[in-house]
DNA sequence: GTCTATACTTTGATAGAC
DNA sequence: GTCTATCAAAGTATAGAC
């Protein structure tokens, strides 16, 4: 029986589903609620506004991802203390798809509602993962600036942004992406099939010599 | 007097300017037919619906900016037949600066509209640009494809993807990552400093051999 | 052909009873 | 914690004036 699960719960499951599906504004309040069979209230009592639920929805994942990511990468960085960069953003790979244990299909939901999440909420959901999860981000940001020790700070600062634009654009629009490959080139895509393409594509673009 | 201006382009001056300060879920109809000085169902009159405004908006500088970029793009094949991804991309910095000059911060508007509209609209702008200017798009693609003759059609369609993730992504964020960067390392950055950045980071990941 | 007044529908949010 | 009722704001649609 579903009311076994607490209400909150019961939001954030059909949030995340129809989210990741139809994106944050084409997804009403009151079909969330009818989907999850509770009162439309409920919403407002647990979350406070519909931007409260996006975030609550997104951090079920970020606390799983986050902790995991960073110690990915510190182990990385104990086994090979001159990672490449490709080292690097390759470490990330396997907390992304621990979250396919999670949830079906949980890597590709993360990644979709992380991606149209940060555009659509103009600057709110950049500053709630920088107060959030700094410390893992700054890990990272380290991390990366050990492995192209020669570029100037502020480069990584502006790479990591394009970086991040790369990522969270492909991942929002990778249904699309994978349907438009299987067409014209004939390809079977998946999200990890995706992940490995980019790889090397933002590596290249970090690394460069201006 | 503004009331020379007929109604349709009063919209569109309004609804620009308000689109790209605060977006588009952000900015009601109401907000810009008062700004405007018109009546609430002219935009309807004239356009049909806010999404067809949206495209409207935008069609403004693509119907600039998809001409010129083609003919630059043409230019540098005459004169370069075996241009670099380099010269490509830069080939598209003096189309997109040229904005400036048809209105006060052209450039810095069109690239921000294109980027939260490529987003938010969930695949309806992707459509109707490929449409619409599919010839000028295709045009660059096969500058692209020869320029780096070895990387396989598909992985080409997936780089530039990529590279319009990156773009987008960037230009739609581009006030608050200036904003930063001046911050905390003391830049002092405008748009075109931005796409000057961007470059190398786009050619690097394009051409990169897996 | 254009424009306006007005009303319809959906949505996020809230107050108050239980 | 949950529910009903209700509100204000927003996108949309239409009838009718000019």
């Known amino acids: 029986m579903s009311s076994r699960i607490d209400t909150k719960t ?4 059909a949030a995340e589903k129809l989210f990741a599906e139809r994106g944050f504004s084409e997804t009403s309040l009151r079909l969330i609620t009818s989907k999850a069979e509770v009162n439309l209230a409920s919403v ?3 979350f406070g506004s519909k931007r409260e639920l996006i975030r609550a929805v997104l951090a079920r994942y970020l606390d799983l991802f986050m902790p995991a990511a960073s110690n990915a990468i510190a182990e990385l960085q104990q086994q090979h203390p001159h990672a490449s960069l490709t080292d690097i953003f390759s470490a990330l790979v396997s907390p ?10 949980g890597t590709r939901t ?13 600057g709110h959901l950049r500053w709630f993962i920088t107060s959030h999860y700094g410390e893992h981000l700054q890990s990272f940001v380290t991390a990366v600036q050990a492995s192209v020790p020669t570029i100037p ?16 654009f492909t991942m929002a629009s ?26 090397p594509y933002i590596a290249s673009g970090v690394a460069v010599s201006a």
């Open 110 to 122: 993360f990644l979709q509602l992380l991606g149209r999440g940060y555009i659509e909420s103009q």
């Open 44 to 46: 407002n009592y647990h």
């Open 10 to 13: 019961k939001i954030l499951d």
């Open 174 to 199: 990778a249904d699309a992406l994978i349907d438009i490959a299987a067409a014209d080139f004939d390809e079977k895509n998946n999200i990890e099939t995706v992940i490995r393409k980019v790889i």
């Open 153 to 168: 700070r502020a480069d990584i600062f502006w790479r990591l942004h394009f970086t991040l634009g790369t990522v969270v």
């Open 96 to 105: 992304l798809l621990t979250l396919n244990s999670i949830r079906a299909g």
